[in-house]
């Protein structure tokens, strides 16, 4: 019902930064979760960061006061803003929405939609 393309993936050195950002194309009122998931070679995907309809934000301890997630309404997007990143936030990263609102936002299965991905790479 609504798609969702990731950009601003890349490479960089620890303690660099970058921004991600998810346009939402398509029908966007009925959406009421939007995250950002990552998903390393041999791990299951796990939730970054997420918002929901009235602006309360979910992170991951791991990205706590590094990450902040954020969405332009005017311009339906969605940002991820990660600063200081270390080796361990390497990842492919996506993100979804939920046209539902659900009780455990940095849980996957809440999700009926998603992006592409975007590949993170950070060396040490």
């Known amino acids: 019902r609504v798609q969702l393309v990731e950009s601003g993936g890349g490479s960089v050195q620890a303690g660099g930064s970058l921004r991600l950002s998810c346009a939402v194309f398509g029908n966007t009122a009925g959406l009421n979760n939007l995250g950002w998931f990552r998903q390393a070679p041999g791990k299951e995907r796990e939730g970054v960061a997420a918002?929901?309809?009235?602006?309360?934000?979910n992170y991951a301890d791991s990205v706590k006061g590094r990450f902040t997630i954020s969405q332009n309404n005017a311009e339906n997007t969605l940002y991820l803003q990660m600063n200081n990143l270390k080796p361990e936030d390497t990842a492919m990263y996506y993100c979804?929405?939920?046209?539902?609102?659900?009780?455990?936002?940095?849980?996957?299965?809440?999700?009926?939609?998603w992006g592409q991905g975007t590949q993170v790479t950070v060396s040490s």
């Open positions: 918002i929901d309809v009235n602006g309360r934000t």
């Open positions: 979804a929405a939920s046209t539902l609102l659900i009780l455990w936002p940095l849980h996957r299965s809440g999700y009926n939609n």
